[in-house]
Nanobody
Framework: QVQLVESGGGLVQPGGSLKLSCVAS????????IGWFRQAPGKEREGVSC????????YYKDSVKGRFTISRDNAKNTVYLQMNSLKPEDTAVYYC????????????????WGQGTQVTVSS
């Protein structure tokens, strides 16, 4: 059974940091791309970052470049999103998803999703 479980969200002040984790089970990361999406209330879902698990190539949405870092530990079947210099506009529910290729922070052909983790950036 394919499953993705996110964790690590929370409340943080502007300028702070959080590290999200996405633990995958039921499949091997090596053969897929994993992406992070976010959705804020009243807004469309947007791709934030994506990683090709086989070679570690990474992709980012322009607004998070230099602040967010995606990484993976294939031995632990886990993908991380380190978020630094957080801004109020980063507030959203963050989801990870399994897909097949990456493009500008977006994972394409996503076929499995986690339940999401809330990130709130506020003073």
């Amino acid at each position: 059974q394919v499953q993705l479980v996110e964790s690590g969200g929370g409340l943080v002040q502007p300028g702070g940091s959080l590290k999200l984790s996405c633990v995958a089970s039921g499949f091997t990361l090596d053969y897929y791309a994993i992406g992070w999406f976010r959705q804020a209330p009243g807004k469309e879902r947007e791709g934030v970052s994506c990683i090709v698990s086989s070679d570690g190539t990474t992709y980012y949405k322009d607004s998070v470049k230099g602040r967010f870092t995606i990484s993976r530990d294939n031995a632990k079947n886990t993908v991380y999103l380190q978020m630094n210099s957080l801004k109020p506009e980063d507030t959203a529910v963050y989801y990870c998803a399994r897909g097949y290729w990456c493009d500008s922070g977006y994972v394409h052909r996503a076929d499995s999703w986690g339940q999401g983790t809330q990130v709130t950036v506020s003073s």
